[in-house]
């Protein structure tokens, strides 16, 4: 398996542009994290989803970001619109509930929005 | 819900000693504590965990202990070398929230040659 594939790994955009993270999970794997990593605040739970179903978005700092997860291979995360301070590096994660297994990170997607 | 603080926040060593990071957590329902190890521009990536039935648990250099009464739980390096120069974070969940990990505001390891 090729772990949880995280893209773009890079995006640079322009204040008020709207943004799309993308993320693939381990196959078989049936919840799926997003956090956001920054010196300020460390690593901090946004959203996370089980069997497809967001169960806790209660670390989503406001209403411009959101999340999907539309199938249990594919989940978004969208800011819209973005600001300055939603510069960060993006995390997702996945791992397989029942099992008590580790949660295993993508790479990452460094957002700069300017 | 879950509170996990962590300490120090930074920590510098010569080679060769060992270092301690700690980590404590509020919720008594938590019993999965895994340790995370990031190095510069990369990812988190588990170094070891232990669950609450464990008091302690050991892998080659590394080794971690867990005191369920006082809530607190520890990461032990021993004979640290420079690539062990890294953040570490520490981490706790529960049954209860789906296992949705809470992690700690980590610690910058720094190993002198």
């Known amino acids: 398996d090729a772990g949880v594939i995280q893209s773009p790994r890079h995006e640079v955009t322009e204040m008020g542009q709207e943004v799309t993270l993308r993320c693939k999970p381990i196959?078989?794997?049936?919840?799926l994290f997003w956090y956001r990593q920054t010196m300020m605040r460390g690593l901090e739970l946004l959203i996370y989803?089980?069997?497809?179903?967001?169960?806790?978005d209660s670390g989503m700092p406001e209403d411009r970001f959101s999340a999907k997860m539309p199938n249990a291979s594919f989940s978004t995360l969208k800011i819209q619109p973005s600001e300055p301070r939603d510069s960060a590096v993006y995390f997702c994660a996945s791992s397989l509930v029942e099992t008590d297994t580790e949660a295993f990170f993508g790479q990452g997607t460094r957002l700069t929005v300017v | 819900g879950e509170n996990v603080e962590q300490h120090p926040s930074t920590l510098s060593v010569q080679e060769g000693d060992s270092a301690v990071i700690k980590c404590t957590y509020s919720?008594?329902?938590?019993?999965?504590f895994p340790w995370y190890k990031q190095e510069l521009g990369k990812r988190p990536q588990l170094i070891i965990d232990i669950r609450s039935n464990v008091g302690e648990k050991k892998d080659q250099r590394i080794a971690v202990t867990l005191n369920k009464t006082a809530k607190h739980f520890s990461l032990h390096i021993t004979e640290t070398q420079p690539e062990d120069s890294a953040v570490y974070f520490c981490?706790?969940?529960?049954?209860?929230?789906?296992?949705?990990?809470?992690f700690g505001s980590g610690t910058q390891l720094t190993v002198l040659p």
């Open positions: 919720d008594s329902a938590s019993n999965y």
């Open positions: 196959s078989g794997h049936n919840s």
């Open positions: 981490a706790a969940s529960n049954p209860g929230s789906a296992r949705q990990l809470t």
């Open positions: 989803f089980n069997n497809n179903v967001p169960i806790d």
